[in-house]
C-alpha cells in the first residue's frame, strides 16, 4: 500500500493545486473584468462628456457665423445705402430745379462750373450729356446716371488692367533686352524697346 497512498497524495496535491489555479485565475480574471468594465465605463463617460462639449462648441460656433453673417449683411446693405445716397447726392448737384431729373442744360452749365474748378481737366475728359441720356427722352434720371457712373468704374478698372498688362509687357520686354545683349548703343536697345 506505500506506492498507491503516494499516488493519491500526488493527485490530492495536483487537484487541490488545479482547483487553487482555478479559484485564483477567477478571482484574477474577476478583478480584471472589474478594472476592464470601470475603465471602459469611464472612457464611455469621457467620450459623451466630449460629444456634449463638442456639441454644445457647434451649437455656439453657428450660433457666432449666424450673427456674423448677418453684421456682414448689415455693413454691406449700409455700404450699399450709403454708396446709393452718395450717388444721389452728386446728382442732384446739376439739378438745379429738383425736379430728380438733369435736362441737358443743367448738365451743361454743371460740366462748365467743375471744369473751371479743375483747370487741369478739358471738356473732352468728362462723359457727355448723351453719355447719360440712355433713353434719349432729354432728361437724365437716378437710374441712368447711376448706370453710366457704374459703367465709367468698370471702364476705369478695364483700362487700368490693361496700362498694368502694358507695363508687365514693357518690364518683361526690357529684361529681354538687358539680359540678351542685342544692341550696344542705347539706340539700339530703345529701338527694340518700342517694338
Known amino acids: 500500500?506505500?506506492?498507491?497512498?503516494?499516488?493519491k497524495v500526488g493527485f490530492l496535491i495536483l487537484g487541490s493545486y488545479?482547483?487553487?489555479?482555478?479559484?485564483?485565475?477567477?478571482r484574477a480574471v474577476k478583478k480584471v473584468k472589474e478594472k476592464f468594465h470601470k475603465?471602459?465605463?469611464?472612457?464611455?463617460?469621457?467620450?459623451?462628456?466630449?460629444?456634449?462639449?463638442?456639441t454644445n462648441q457647434n451649437a455656439e460656433i453657428s450660433e457666432l457665423v449666424g450673427e456674423l453673417r448677418e453684421d456682414l449683411k448689415t455693413t454691406k446693405d449700409k455700404a450699399e445705402i450709403d454708396a446709393i445716397q452718395r450717388d444721389y447726392e452728386e446728382f442732384k448737384q446739376p439739378d438745379i430745379d429738383g425736379d430728380d431729373r438733369i435736362s441737358s442744360a443743367e448738365f451743361?452749365?454743371?460740366?462748365?462750373?467743375?471744369?473751371s474748378n479743375y483747370p487741369g481737366l478739358?471738356?473732352?475728359?468728362?462723359?457727355?450729356f448723351e453719355d447719360f441720356d440712355h433713353d434719349g427722352d432729354g432728361y437724365v434720371g437716378f437710374k441712368e446716371?447711376?448706370?453710366q457712373m457704374a459703367l465709367q468704374v468698370q471702364q476705369a478698372e478695364a483700362d487700368q488692367f490693361l496700362e498694368n498688362q502694358n507695363k508687365d509687357k514693357k518690364?518683361?520686354?526690357l529684361g529681354d533686352l538687358?539680359?540678351?545683349?542685342k544692341g550696344d548703343s542705347f539706340e539700339d536697345i530703345y529701338g527694340q524697346y518700342l517694338r
Do not use: C, F, R
Not at 475603465?39 to 463638442?54: G, H, I, M, S, W
Open 108 to 115: 451743361n452749365m454743371y460740366v462748365k462750373n467743375y471744369l
Open 122 to 128: 478739358e471738356e473732352k475728359d468728362y462723359p457727355t
Open 39 to 54: 475603465e471602459q465605463k469611464a472612457l464611455y463617460t469621457q467620450y459623451y462628456n466630449d460629444v456634449y462639449k463638442l
Open 171 to 173: 518690364v518683361d520686354k
Open 178 to 181: 538687358l539680359g540678351g545683349g
Open 1 to 7: 500500500g506505500g506506492g498507491i497512498g503516494i499516488i
Open 18 to 26: 488545479v482547483a487553487g489555479g482555478k479559484i485564483h485565475s477567477n
Open 145 to 147: 446716371y447711376a448706370q
